[in-house]
């Protein structure tokens, strides 16, 4: 099991709104992060602090929380944006994850 | 932009030592004022923690997950812009792709990752 509960898999069609909750008692007090991690490739940051965005990430992502879940919302996704996504949060010292989820735009 | 090299994986035997690097480069801020964190993928798993070393403001603290406490040690060469992840007494459940990742405090929007490093620890 994982400190972080996400989905397995999210699949939607070209254009349409994807979403991906990430849940876990630490997220009441702490922020969570989102970072998307495609084959071969080092994870890229694309939201911090639940729903800040680093510049250089499309306006279609962002994020939302919500007692103790948190949401990417993913909208007009596009084909680029497969990948497998990943919550995580800080707990104390140590980094909590949850799962990963993969996400299929087809 | 940051970006997280690291280096130095393969194969070792059960109870063997092995050293990975992290080489960091991009910076607009000074590399001494980063946190290095190691975090670990075993094959068909999810993501772990495995430590991390503070700022030079931190006095460059040192962390460890309960898995590798003991026999994992985090260094850095701040002049080199370097993170070190000594293993030693590896098992096989430490056979992982293992990540560096670059965090800087009150600059939560810098969150780099490497690209990862395979440790395969198996006879």
């Known amino acids: 099991s994982y400190d972080l509960t996400q989905p397995s898999s999210v699949s939607v069609s070209p254009g349409q709104t994807a979403k991906i909750p990430c849940s876990g008692d630490v997220l009441a007090k702490k922020y969570a992060r989102w970072f998307l991690q495609k084959p071969g490739q080092a994870p890229i940051l694309i939201i911090y602090?639940?729903?800040e965005r680093p510049s250089g990430i499309p306006e279609r992502f962002s994020g939302s929380s919500s007692g103790t879940t948190v949401t990417l919302t993913i909208s007009g996704a596009q084909v680029e944006d497969e990948g497998d996504y990943y919550c995580y949060s800080a707990a104390g010292d140590n980094l909590v994850f949850g799962g990963g989820t993969r996400l299929t735009v087809l | 932009e940051v970006q997280l090299v690291e280096s130095g994986g393969g194969l070792v035997q059960p109870g063997g030592s092995l050293k990975i690097s992290c080489a960091a480069s991009g910076f607009v801020f000074s590399f001494s004022d980063s946190t290095i964190h190691w975090v670990r993928q075993a094959p068909g798993r999810g993501l772990e923690w495995v430590g991390r070393?503070?700022?030079?403001?931190?006095?460059?603290?040192?962390a460890y997950g309960a898995s590798v406490q003991g026999r994992f040690t985090i260094s850095r060469d701040d002049s080199q812009n370097t993170a070190l992840l000594v293993m030693d007494s590896l098992k096989g459940e430490d056979t992982a792709t293992y990540y560096c990742?670059?965090?800087?405090?009150?600059?939560?929007?810098?969150?780099?990752w490497g690209q990862g490093t395979l440790v395969t620890v198996s006879s």
């Open positions: 990742r670059c965090t800087v405090l009150k600059k939560n929007w810098i969150d780099a």
């Open positions: 070393i503070g700022s030079k403001g931190g006095g460059h603290a040192t």
């Open positions: 602090n639940d729903d």
